[in-house]
């Protein structure tokens, strides 16, 4: 991972990588993309506590309920919080298509593009395994090798191949309903030894089978991991979707409310199909069901309908400042949170509030004190025109 220091302007095919220091951006920048990076990165790094913690001050019944929905489902099931990951990979697709324009844009070959994608996965399943096993330890089946940052490696190396090698919406919409519909197939009808075909149980479902087969290490539930490989291959459905709605955008086909239309349906769209299709292929985040790809991937969809038409449509672009900041750092603060105590400086400072507050409100303190410190440190990357990225 290397520090960029954004000096020059570049084309708008590549202004996805670039920033102003002001609160305006530069012409044909999508900022709210930057804010739902943002926005998705401050639910991973404190903000579904921040809810959380929040519900036990009150008895609001809505803030309980929200509260409610900042845990992952057991194993079938969906809450919001089951949403945040996908969301993220979603975002990878978006990006990801601006980032590919602009590598051929320049003059690189397909060759170039490739190496690029595949050094990219190694050196996430790296940090992605030094993430998961801190402290660094070398006993080797106690490590846990599959991680966020190792998905978004593996399932960006996947799409960048179906991307580079299909030229127009409907093969890339194949390859998507194609793949979800082989890992339906797969899931249902492969037996599993000792449980038969079409076992979504964590025990006998076909994704765990696999995985202890050809994993080695430790699975973060024992006998089955949610990052494992076999769950790449729907995983990559998602960052393909953010692709397609990235080209969406980029190529400014249609008019800007037409193509928040299309958005906004096409998202409506999937979440009915996820529901439906869930009524036979259970919606489930650790399967990473295809019913669940739908619905996440339709939910996303229409959060970046809303974002888009807020802020670049509407040009409803100063509330989202706070969202940018962290938007344009977004991986940087996420590895940054395992390896940096942050918690340990807030809770010196804070101390003497901690004395004189009720345990829900040292709870609150604690996590809004972290994340005002996370952000500000953003801040001062943002104003140093420091972005780190991969």
């Known amino acids: 991972m290397n520090s960029e ?33 943002g926005f998705n990165m401050l639910m991973i790094i404190g903000g579904a506590q921040l809810i959380t913690g929040a519900g036990n001050l009150n008895n609001w019944r809505w803030l309980d309920w929200l509260a409610l929905q900042q845990k992952h489902a057991r194993w079938d099931g969906f809450t919001m919080h089951d949403w945040v990951f996908p969301l993220f990979l979603f975002v990878v ?27 990219r996965m190694v050196l996430f399943i790296f940090i992605g395994i030094l993430y998961k096993n801190n402290p660094l330890h070398f006993d080797w089946n106690k490590i846990r090798y599959v991680s966020v940052l190792g998905r978004i490696g593996v399932t960006g190396l996947f799409v ?12 890339r919409l194949v390859c998507a309903v194609g793949i979800l519909i082989a890992y339906w197939a ?10 038969g075909a079409g076992n979504l149980t964590i025990e006998g479902n076909l994704a765990g089978f696999v995985d202890r087969v050809i994993l080695p290490g430790r ?24 692709a397609m709605a990235g080209e969406l955008l980029r190529t400014r086909k249609f008019s800007q409310y037409k193509t928040v239309l299309i958005l906004a349906g096409s998202g409506i769209g999937c979440i009915l199909l996820g529901n439906l299709w869930g009524l036979h292929f259970v919606i489930n985040k650790h ?52 390896f940096i105590p942050f918690q340990e400086p807030v809770d010196r400072l804070l101390n003497g509030f901690y004395q004189i507050s009720s345990e829900p409100v040292q709870q609150f303190l604690a996590i809004s004190g972290k994340l005002t410190l996370e952000w500000l440190v953003l801040f001062f990357l943002y104003k140093k025109r420091i972005f780190f990225k991969v």
């Open 287 to 338: 399967l990473w069901s295809s019913s669940f790809i739908l619905v996440t991937g339709g939910l996303n969809l229409l959060v970046l309908a809303i974002f888009y038409l807020v802020i670049d449509v509407w040009g409803l672009k100063k509330w989202s400042f706070f969202l940018v900041v962290i938007g344009l750092n977004s991986l940087a603060i996420y590895i940054a949170g395992q």
């Open 93 to 119: 697709g978006v990006s990801l298509v601006f980032s590919i324009t602009s590598k051929i844009s320049k003059g690189k070959s397909n060759k170039e593009i490739y190496l690029h994608a595949f050094k």
């Open 5 to 37: 220091h954004n000096t020059t302007e570049k084309s708008q095919m590549d202004a996805i990588e670039t920033v102003d220091l002001v609160t305006h951006v530069k012409p044909g920048r999508l900022v709210s993309l930057d804010a739902l990076r």
């Open 160 to 171: 960048t191949l179906i991307w580079m090698n299909t030229t127009i919406f409907k093969q």
């Open 186 to 195: 797969a899931m249902m009808f492969i037996p599993v030894p000792g449980f």
């Open 219 to 242: 699975m973060i539930q024992g006998i089955y991991d949610e990052n494992g490989p076999f769950t790449h291959i729907p995983a990559t459905v998602l960052v393909l979707m953010g």
